[in-house]
């Protein structure tokens, strides 16, 4: 059974960085991100890792781990919000201590979902993959990166729906004023692979960043199929993923590693956040790769959903109970806490 943590109006957020801190030129960023959560009528817990950044982490993995282990393990926080991903988390999951982990919402992305993934994995407790606390700084924000909150405010035997962007952003914009955090301009169009124009997936969710998952594959934090049959009851997974950096190649033959290790073997399809990246090689398109993976793993897939790198993004939660439906280039997802 999948463990729903809970979430209330009045609850304590920790902020720690497993992955990248904050460098001291940007420390602004992370306290207009505090005063909004504050604002809000939340309680905010800042460890020291959120405020420091040298060579590609934020501290020594051991720093790191030890921060947040402590943090999840109190019973007085309700979420762990990280300030943003980085690159390096891949180095703190060998000494989390699953064992003493209490139920509690993590959020975020990119990086963060390397964490989010393996805590559910190995304890089937739920996760949410979303926006990043950065992100939150604005005045306002736009509806779908909004719903995080109520996302984790839904309880257990509650649905969730989310729908998809009128407009995404096509470019970071790194000047622009901290009331306006995402430029929304271009038209959100949810495709298939073989231009359905409906098309209904139902599954239990698990995904997140391709390019920091792919490295537990095969390994004791990738077990996937101890996962279905402990905590799934062998339902089917509804996978979803979003590419950071990642050409065509590189993501086939990760998709085949993914295939090789078992990954598909008891799914009910794929679904794919927009991305910048997905750079052809050789003439080899991502929708060749698109085309290559369906013939390989005979899934269903849809891809440029709100997800990922490329805002605003729903929130996915791991281990959730989902439905996720086309029509007609627009999208809807609707999550049960079952």
Not at 2 to 16: D, E, G, K, R, S
Not at 101 to 112: E, R, T, V
Not at 281 to 309: M, N, R, S, W
């Amino acid at each position: 059974m999948i463990t729903y943590p809970t979430f209330h109006n009045q609850a304590q957020i920790a902020v720690t960085a497993p992955s990248s801190g904050i460098p001291q030129p940007m420390h602004h960023l992370l306290h207009q991100s505090i005063q909004k959560m504050q604002e809000k009528g939340y309680y905010v817990q800042t460890g020291e890792t959120a405020w420091t950044q040298e060579k590609a982490k934020s501290a020594s993995a051991k720093k790191r781990a030890d921060e947040l282990n402590k943090m999840l393990s109190d019973p007085s926080i309700q979420l762990i919000f990280p300030p943003w991903g980085g690159e390096l988390l891949i180095e703190v999951i060998e000494l989390i201590d699953y064992g003493n982990i209490l139920p509690k919402w993590i959020l975020g992305y990119s990086d963060i979902s390397l964490l989010l993934f393996v805590v559910t994995v190995k304890t089937g407790i739920a996760t949410a993959h979303g926006t990043n606390l950065i992100d939150l700084r604005g005045t306002s924000t736009d509806d779908v990166t909004g719903k995080w909150e109520e996302t984790l405010l839904t309880k257990k035997g509650e649905r969730i729906d989310q729908f998809s962007s009128l407009h995404y952003q096509k470019s970071w914009m790194h000047d622009n004023p901290s009331s306006v955090v995402f430029h929304l301009t271009e038209k959100t169009e949810w495709k298939t692979s073989d231009d359905l124009k409906e098309l209904t997936l139902k599954g239990r969710m698990l995904g997140g960043c391709i390019d920091v998952i792919r490295h537990v594959i095969g390994t004791p934090y990738g077990d996937i199929r101890h996962f279905q049959n402990h905590y799934l009851q062998d339902e089917s997974i509804l996978w979803y993923f979003e590419n950071c950096e990642m050409n065509t190649v590189d993501l086939r033959r990760t998709f085949i590693q993914m295939k090789l290790a078992g990954w598909f073997k008891n799914a009910s399809g794929i679904v794919f956040g927009r991305s910048s990246a997905n750079e052809t090689v050789d003439g080899y398109t991502i929708a060749d790769f698109y085309k290559d993976l369906k013939e390989d793993v005979q899934l269903p897939i849809i891809y440029d959903i709100d997800c990922g790198h490329v805002p605003p993004q729903m929130i996915f939660v791991n281990g959730a109970s989902a439905e996720i439906t086309l029509q007609n280039g627009e999208g809807k997802l609707s999550q049960a806490f079952l």
